[in-house]
């Protein structure tokens, strides 16, 4: 019987999709079988055993073949482009048979180095670009291997009202914390962001929390050649680096929670509720007053003992009950309690997704445009189930805004009014109707809200073939059913 791992590793390299009766066998490169085997495979030897045992021997656990191909496994699944040397995912795969041997001796023996990190580009919400740094394909194995030990050593030692980037945590948790303070009265938070916190991490701090867990010099040096690797603009100047943790590596988070659990720790010792999602984090007091003396202790902590920048525009002390924390905005309820509903950012977010989704020059078939919208849609609602039900009218004008923007593009596709009438028809649309939709002289914007068009498309038609985002929260969130017996107990 196969394990749960081996199958997640098979569907993993799959090179066809699984379908019907007559699939042929997925045809399997010597390297992915090479990875689906090592991967599986536990530590028998007795001297990686004996090494796995003492923590000074630590990178011999790290640097074994097995789990440097569980770590490839992991990074070939969370994709991602190539790095400096141009080498894709696909043939650092293939090439597992010779690549890992050769990484593991060169990992004990001291002369592994990293390459150089390609910096992109991306936009952010609020405005403005993130830095992204992408490591080589063999360095992102090494991070994630170095992960895969370290993550055990660290894991324990974390406090418990941290939950970015931890097993078995995450928004749900963060936000349930969260909604736990402000219903228990500390309804004041003080809002704290770190200015470019990923750039101005201390190399010699960071190295000093890890000394504190991992008794194996060589992985705090392995560590630090990490930090010390170049960066690679896209002009394709080369710059040093004396400090800061690169966004876009797998060790990346792990790193930026071992900087900030000194903060954790400190907050829990003067005896203040808070909860923090890797650099953002809100601390909740009882009063306006409170806040700001909170903020000015912490703020002065945060700049004086960990070396990091406040950025003073973003950080605030609001309330009572108005917090807004990784894309949702908690609020009183009309029943006293805590409602959760999407943010204004996050609400601009999605309308700027689906305008990009549904351009009203859509040349492709809706087939196509619904399975692309259906893909993001899930995801989104799987994230922000967390809203609660008295929540959910901006959920319902978006499935709204989302049918009408359908109807232009099935309007336009027409493109001629004489055209569109005759398809109004032909879906049992009245001729008065249908004339009114196809020859008024408005615009498409105005039109795919006419009758005629909704009778074409009604609403239950999107709801046979699009994800809706109500619907979806439902299924979600189901409501428990009380039983008659259980009611007439209560009515007793």
């Not at 991306?122 to 030990?149: E, M």
């Not at 930090?227 to 002009?235: G, I, M, N, Q, S």
């Not at 306006?288 to 973003?314: C, P, T, W, Y």
Request: glycine share 8%; aromatic share 8%.
């Amino acid at each position: 019987m196969l394990s749960a791992e081996e199958r997640q590793l098979t569907f993993v390299f799959a090179d066809s999709p699984r379908g019907g009766k007559g699939d042929k066998p997925v045809d399997v490169s010597a390297g992915k079988a090479f990875l689906l085997h090592q991967a599986s495979v536990k530590e028998t030897n007795d001297s990686v055993t004996r090494a796995g045992d003492d923590p000074r021997c630590l990178l011999e656990r790290a640097a074994s073949v097995s789990n440097l191909a569980r770590a490839l496994v992991n990074v070939a699944r969370n994709k991602g482009a190539a790095g400096v040397d141009g080498r894709s995912i696909k043939e650092v795969v293939d090439e597992a048979p010779r690549l890992l041997p050769k990484l593991r001796r060169e990992l004990l023996s001291g002369a592994y180095r990293p390459g150089n990190i390609r910096r992109v580009w991306i936009p952010k919400p609020g405005g403005g670009q993130r830095g992204l740094g992408i490591p080589n394909v063999v360095d992102r194995v090494v991070q994630q291997a170095l992960l895969q030990v370290l993550e055990s050593l660290f894991e324990p030692t974390f406090h418990t009202s941290s939950h970015g980037f931890r097993p078995r945590r995450g928004a749900p948790t963060a936000i349930a914390e969260a909604k736990k303070h402000l219903a228990e009265g500390y309804v004041w938070t003080v809002d704290i962001d770190l200015s470019k916190f990923f750039d101005r991490v201390h190399h010699q701090r960071l190295l000093n929390r890890m000394a504190q867990q991992v008794e194996d010099g060589r992985i705090l040096k392995l560590v630090h050649r990490m930090l010390k690797a170049k960066v690679v603009l896209p002009d394709g100047t080369r710059t040093a680096t004396d400090k800061g943790t690169p966004q876009g590596g797998p060790l990346s988070p792990l790193l930026s929670n071992i900087v900030l659990d000194e903060l954790d720790w400190e907050l829990e010792r003067r005896g203040l509720r808070f909860v923090r999602y890797a650099d953002d984090f809100s601390v909740f007091v009882k009063s306006e007053r409170a806040g700001h003396r909170v903020m000015n202790s912490v703020r002065k902590f945060i700049q004086s003992r960990l070396r990091l920048v406040v950025n003073e525009d973003k950080s605030s002390v609001s309330g009572p009950l108005d917090l807004t924390f990784l894309g949702f905005h908690l609020s009183a309820s009309s029943e006293g309690g805590v409602a959760i509903a999407i943010s204004p950012r996050t609400k601009e977010r999605i309308d700027s997704r689906i305008r990009e989704f549904t351009p009203r020059t859509w040349g492709q078939s809706l087939a196509v445009c619904f399975e692309r919208l259906n893909g993001y849609l899930r995801g989104w609602t799987g994230y922000f189930r967390l809203c609660t039900e008295d929540r959910l009218t901006p959920l319902h004008k978006l499935d709204a805004h989302i049918r009408r923007r359908l109807r232009a593009i099935i309007i336009r596709q027409k493109k001629r009014p004489r055209h569109l009438f005759r398809h109004l028809i032909a879906c049992d649309v009245s001729l008065r109707a249908a004339a009114h939709t196809a020859y008024q002289r408005t615009g498409i914007w105005r039109r795919s809200i006419s009758p005629g068009i909704h009778k074409a498309y009604p609403n239950a038609w999107f709801a046979a073939r699009l994800v809706v985002l109500t619907d979806r929260w439902h299924v979600l969130n189901p409501t428990e059913r009380v039983s008659v017996k259980q009611q007439r107990l209560f009515d007793q």
